[in-house]
């Protein structure tokens, strides 16, 4: 499908090590407890949040939050896969292995969404990269264009309007005042190419960032070639010394070829293997050559942010528009979209004594909106062309959102937090063809929120909090269609009747430091009402939503360990360290058709871990493991299951001088068979294409180059 562009090789890319990959936002000793005070008084960064003012915001969280600062990685970032793959309470499965449409999941929210692209609110410097009505292509964010990533897992994520059982993650910039100019490029197996471009450089009252950057993948399995090119870049200006502005500018164009979904047996045989290699009936009818699954998107993003401080005030006003083209070839149909979304925030931010010893203040508000044209067409079997369209479409989802905060110290050790959360969301609509009636649709919630933080030494707190949260389905699950495999003329479009999807949840947890110890432990129970349960059926080409009547549970554990095991360790300036991620995931049925039956798409249990050995002249060596110890069940009556695995990694660096750093990354180096994810069904059959191969062995090389 794509052309197998020799393009150069500018071998090279950023290997930034850092002794560990600290994500956790667990204990990090320079942080005192008054340093929101000093933040607050460096009126003249141009960049916000600094990296202080982020750790300090995610500290008084009552609740799990995950901060990445992206210069600690010490391997690829071609992915939001690279960037959040080994963080607690963020599950994420590979697809295809390119730069796809990996499965997001944080706490169960969004999983069944197919495709996926549901559950967590996506910010790009505090500004929304969802729809309006909450869906995504995670394919776009290139996370080599951010400083930090911040977490904010289930109700956490209220100051950025995320109403989802998820949460939010919010990717800030680089930009002029915390980067350098930078070249890197990599070489991987199966002829993956990377190569990126980045331009920093600021003045007295001003700054600028540029980055160009593509990454291509011929694809580990058949017909799964993947290409994405993006452009970033952002100016600041401090128009005095209490008023900042920014302007962003963003593009993307993400391609990537569908290799579909195979039945267990030939996923064992040959993982490369597709519908099509074979002369079953069913490779016959599924012939993905000549059907020729693929997504092929487009975006493009302008947004501005000014900042105005005051004493201990703040106001932070925000607007953005996005355009986006879209075109989801599936074996059976075409969705074709084009989006135009736009929207505007504004917070305000004080701090005193007004009641406590310390108080702060937020209330924001933001509203958005999204207009949609959506047209449906038949895909011909034989060639992969447009056949008739089933259906047209004027789709309009907004949003009105208001937050309000008041965190208060009630003594040196004790913070509480409330909160609250008004959404009124709208989702129309409007048939062209006038062969199925429309429908509007409108849904308000409260969601409240009180937590409690207890910093029992400066680097180590306990929390607690109890919330709601109420989601509005999208038009994906709104609207659904049905196409006749074997005579794609028989097809139909739907409209369902949803309602949000509610939960309220309970947290404890806590981070902090304990003798050469970083911990960070959250601890939740999520009781979901008329959860959004998508399955699809037959061949795994026709799926339809429904709010799960019975009720839900989604329950569970996420942990990590960060440890200093030892110093001068076989040499002098040696140090050796390890980090530990468990994800325990219990999501179950409470009732009803499922009863007591495990929720597909999320393994139980899920290991990650990795031994750091560094050197103080700049070598890192990481040997590292995924380890799911329990199958998986793939249907919601848990009739069949993917497999356990144990896939073994290594991280290398070297930091050759101040500006030149190399890395190799291995994966799966014990050519470990599994199935990397699936599709979901309400009960499923061997025979049928249900798994998706995990990858073989694999390495990647690079280098970076600042200047």
């Not at 504004?346 to 209330?363: K, P, R």
């Not at 409240?448 to 709601?468: T, W």
């Not at 068979?673 to 073989?696: A, D, H, K, M, W």
Request: hydrophobic share 35%; with cysteine.
């Amino acid at each position: 499908m794509f052309p197998r562009h020799n393009k150069l090789t500018i071998c090279y890319l950023t290997a930034c090590i850092a002794a560990a990959s600290c994500t956790a936002v667990a204990a990090n000793d320079d942080i005192a407890i008054d340093e929101h005070i000093e933040v607050r008084s460096k009126v003249q960064q141009r960049a916000f949040p600094t990296l202080p003012e982020a750790r300090d915001e995610l500290r008084k969280i009552a609740g799990g939050i995950n901060l990445v600062e992206l210069d600690k990685l010490p391997a690829r970032q071609a992915t939001l896969q690279d960037a959040l793959g080994f963080e607690p309470g963020v599950m994420m499965q590979s697809f295809f292995g390119g730069n796809d449409q990996p499965r997001l999941n944080i706490r169960g929210s969004g999983v069944q969404s197919n495709p996926v692209n549901r559950g967590v609110q996506l910010l790009y410097d505090g500004l929304p990269i969802n729809a309006s009505d909450g869906s995504f292509v995670i394919g776009f964010l290139d996370p080599k264009s951010a400083n930090m990533i911040s977490v904010y897992r289930g109700a956490n994520g209220l100051r950025y309007g995320a109403t989802t059982l998820g949460g939010a993650i919010n990717m800030m910039a680089r930009n002029g005042t915390n980067s350098q100019s930078a070249i890197r490029a990599e070489y991987g197996s199966d002829n993956r190419l990377g190569a990126s471009l980045q331009l920093a450089g600021q003045e007295k009252t001003w700054d600028y960032f540029l980055s160009a950057g593509s990454d291509s993948y011929d694809g580990y399995r058949h017909h799964s070639e993947s290409e994405r090119s993006n452009f970033s870049g952002n100016f600041g200006y401090a128009f005095s010394n209490n008023i900042y502005n920014r302007t962003y500018i963003n593009y993307s164009d993400n391609t990537f070829e569908i290799p579909f979904v195979v039945p267990k047996a030939r996923a064992l045989a040959d993982p490369k293997l597709v519908m099509g290699d074979g002369d079953t009936p069913m490779d016959i009818l599924l012939n993905v050559y000549q059907r020729d699954p693929h997504r092929d998107s487009q975006q493009m993003r302008l947004a501005n942010k000014t900042r105005i401080s005051n004493g201990n005030s703040l106001q932070e006003i925000g607007l953005f528009y996005q355009q986006v083209d879209d075109t989801f070839t599936a074996p059976l149909k075409h969705n074709v979209t084009d989006s135009q979304d736009y929207g505007l925030e504004y917070a305000f931010m004080t701090s005193g004594d007004y009641v406590s010893q310390e108080d702060d203040f937020l209330v924001s508000l933001s509203v958005n909106r999204s207009d949609m044209d959506r047209d449906y067409y038949a895909n011909n079997p034989q060639n992969g062309d447009r056949m008739q369209r089933l259906g047209s479409q004027e789709l309009t989802a907004n949003n009105a959102i208001l937050a309000l905060q008041w965190q208060a110290e009630l003594s040196q050790h004790w913070q509480l937090v409330t909160a609250a959360q008004w959404v009124s969301s709208n989702r129309d609509i409007k048939d062209n063809t006038l062969t199925t009636p429309g429908q509007d649709k409108h849904y308000t919630s409260l969601n409240p929120k009180l937590g409690i933080n207890y910093h029992f030494s400066q680097d180590s707190r306990l929390f607690a909090n109890i919330s709601s949260t109420a989601e509005a389905p999208t038009f994906w699950e709104l609207v659904s269609t049905n196409v006749s495999p074997k005579n794609p003329q028989v097809a139909s479009v739907k409209i369902n009747d949803l309602d949000k999807q509610k939960a309220t949840t309970i947290e404890v947890g806590g981070t902090g430091r304990y003798q050469g110890l970083d911990w960070n432990l959250a601890i939740y129970r999520s009781d979901v009402d008329d959860e959004l349960i998508s399955v699809v059926s037959d061949f795994a080409v026709n799926g339809q939503t429904e709010n799960y009547q019975a009720g839900t549970v989604h329950q569970g554990v996420e942990l990590e360990l960060l440890a200093d095991i030892a110093s001068d360790f076989i040499i002098d300036g040696a140090t050796l360290g390890a980090k530990l991620v468990y994800n325990y995931s219990d999501f179950y049925f409470d009732g009803g058709k499922y009863g007591g039956k495990q929720i597909a798409g999320i393994p139980e249990h899920l290991i990650q871990a990795e031994l750091q050995f560094s050197t103080d002249n700049g070598f890192y060596l990481a040997p590292n493991i995924r380890w799911q110890p329990d199958q998986a069940p793939v249907d919601h009556a848990n009739s069949q299951y993917q497999d356990d695995y144990l896939l073994v990694g290594v991280k290398a660096a070297y930091q050759v001088n101040n500006d030149l750093r190399i890395y190799l990354e291995g994966e799966n180096l014990t050519d470990e068979t599994y199935q990397t994810s699936y599709v979901i069904r309400g009960f499923s059959s061997e025979q049928q294409p249900t798994f998706l191969p995990g990858f073989g062995p694999s390495f990647t090389l690079g280098m970076n180059f600042r200047f």
